[in-house]
DNA sequence: TAGGACGTTCAAGTGCACTTGAAGCAAGCG
DNA sequence: CGCTTGCTTCAAGTGCACTTGAACGTCCTA
């Protein structure tokens, strides 16, 4: 599937259908985890977390003594969110957009939910689309199927 | 009923496998479309059309007798089914292999039945991930909807 | 103190699905 | 006849979302 694959994120003994930025437990109790660490929970690469900083899409990440990223609890549910969003179809260049908002604060509150509302309008018209591909999935796949009943007489 | 109303001088389904077709009404009761018209048609462009032929995602296309394409209602079918294809995320390569067993005859119709059987779950699951993301969006929604003094969150 | 695991930055590369461009032929119209 | 429209082929370019590579830093264990 090339529109971001539902990746079997080794999951955590956790619920991963985060909501809001309230206290979920982590992999571990703490609230400093490595890009590793963070990979592995989220199923992105350390290469693609970098990159997503880079491009603002994350929200700044704090820095260890030496300059490694330490993630917290936080990002964690940010990222949760990203990858649903992606998983809409959103463009990443959209939730980059979005991000900036959250780091305006309050103030864009408004406009955040008007976007998620386009959001959920989109994923609603997709959902119907695919129940749409399956009533022709299952027409075809009858279709072989009989097929193969009636030349079952080899 | 499924469709397709495409053939008037239909035989039995012995064919290739164009099960279900569209309920798009045909632009016109003929058998015969430039590339422009399939193009309006589905939304596809004329170029995108000649690469789908050179890759080898369409069945042979006829030709007029000045080495124009002309595209029959079968065509259209395929086209359509392609772009249902496409929705659900299969890679355009995926597609390819399945056009041709779809070359191969009849000998192949199990293989393409495994193969749409495998992109139906693929689509339930993406549906259901689809609806987990609804949920989502609507608490946040709610939140924002409702929270014009709260602290802010994300 | 040497090795290896893991991290860093910056830059270039990859794969997919088209998209655009260049050059040219053929039909239809004023 | 020249012009426009619409098709043809072949080839190169684009945009997106990463992905890979090179060169180097730092921490831990042996």
């Not at 994120?9 to 590793?36: M, N």
């Not at 979005?98 to 406009?111: C, K, P, S, Y």
């Not at 998620?116 to 997709?126: D, G, S, W």
Request: with cysteine; aromatic share 8%; hydrophobic share 35%.
């Amino acid at each position: 599937m090339t529109v971001i694959d539902s990746n079997p994120v080794k999951s955590p003994p956790v619920d991963v259908c985060v909501v809001a930025g309230t206290d979920h437990p982590r992999p571990d109790g703490q609230d400093r985890y490595t890009i590793r660490e963070v990979a592995e929970y989220t199923g992105l690469r350390a290469h693609t977390l970098r990159w997503y900083e880079e491009i603002g899409l994350m929200p700044h990440v704090e820095r260890s003594h030496n300059g490694q990223r330490l993630f917290s609890n936080r990002d964690l549910d940010w990222l949760t969110f990203v990858r649903r969003l992606r998983l809409t179809g959103m463009p990443v260049a959209d939730m980059v957009t979005f991000a900036e908002l959250v780091r305006q604060g309050e103030a864009t509150f408004d406009e955040r939910r008007e976007i998620l509302e386009q959001t959920r309008r989109e994923v609603v018209t997709r959902i119907a689309e695919l129940q749409d591909t399956l009533t022709v999935l299952d027409a075809k796949i009858d279709f072989y199927a009989g097929a193969r009943r009636a030349s079952e007489r080899d």
